[in-house]
């Protein structure tokens, strides 16, 4: 390529440099130099524009300790659904024990709760619990509880049976105190129905 070339190439602007391109893509028929110069000229664009470009950079993720708490809903599935996933005409269960275990600490983390008379419970994990260990904790209803006197074999329903793990929520802030909020379930208990 000849000196003068090489200067007119770099003279012109990207738009020019981008149709003189096009234009010798049409034109197969040139010599092979035209070719060479659209090559060299490619190149060209594509180290300045990218060596031109500032580098991206994303503020740093700010992760904040937080504490865990705890929430889902236990039910009491119809004969005509056990042993289904589903909780069509499920109704709530009152007075169902659920279980938090993590083993984030030496001696783990162990703590149950009861659910309302909607089948809700809420739980806030010991302080020695935050949000960087939430991984290590799983969730499972223990006991349907004395209000269900026929719901008694536990379902594998959302991992019920195994213990669930937690998803993060939302954040909330309770007394003056930063909390994660984990769902788990929602659980159920099924009667011992005949088919």
Same mark, same amino acid.
């Given at each position: 390529?000849?000196f003068n070339?090489?200067?007119?190439l770099?003279?012109?602007?990207?738009k020019?440099r981008?149709e003189m391109g096009?234009s010798?893509l049409?034109?197969?028929?040139?010599p092979?130099?035209?070719l060479?110069?659209?090559?060299?000229?490619?190149?060209?664009?594509?180290?300045?524009?990218?060596s $031109?470009?500032?580098?991206? #950079?994303?503020? +740093?993720?700010k992760?904040?300790?937080?504490?865990v %708490?705890?929430q889902g809903m /236990?039910?009491c599935?119809?004969?005509?659904?056990?042993g289904?996933?589903?909780?069509?005409?499920?109704?709530?269960?009152?007075?169902?024990?659920?279980?938090?275990?993590?083993n984030?600490?030496?001696?783990?983390v162990?703590?149950e709760?009861?659910?309302?008379?909607?089948?809700?419970f809420f739980?806030l994990?010991?302080n020695?619990l935050? $949000?960087?260990?939430?991984? #290590?904790?799983r +969730?499972w209803?223990?006991?349907?509880g004395s209000a %269900?006197?026929t719901?008694t /074999?536990?379902?594998q329903?959302?991992?019920?049976t195994?213990?669930?793990?937690?998803k993060?929520s939302k954040?909330?802030?309770?007394a003056?105190?930063?909390?994660?909020?984990?769902?788990v379930?929602?659980?159920?208990?099924?009667?011992?129905?005949?088919?």
């Amino acid at each position: 390529m000849a000196f003068n070339e090489n200067i007119l190439l770099h003279s012109l602007s990207l738009k020019q440099r981008t149709e003189m391109g096009i234009s010798v893509l049409k034109a197969l028929r040139y010599p092979l130099r035209y070719l060479l110069l659209f090559n060299i000229s490619l190149t060209f664009i594509y180290t300045n524009e990218v060596s $031109s470009a500032s580098p991206v #950079t994303l503020p +740093a993720a700010k992760m904040s300790r937080r504490l865990v %708490a705890v929430q889902g809903m /236990v039910y009491c599935k119809s004969c005509k659904y056990s042993g289904i996933d589903t909780l069509l005409e499920a109704s709530p269960l009152q007075g169902s024990t659920v279980k938090l275990a993590c083993n984030n600490t030496k001696r783990g983390v162990t703590m149950e709760t009861k659910t309302d008379k909607n089948g809700y419970f809420f739980m806030l994990a010991p302080n020695k619990l935050t $949000s960087y260990a939430f991984h #290590t904790c799983r +969730a499972w209803p223990t006991n349907p509880g004395s209000a %269900a006197a026929t719901c008694t /074999v536990p379902s594998q329903l959302n991992s019920g049976t195994t213990g669930a793990r937690l998803k993060p929520s939302k954040s909330i802030n309770i007394a003056e105190r930063d909390y994660v909020l984990f769902s788990v379930g929602p659980f159920a208990f099924e009667p011992a129905c005949t088919r």
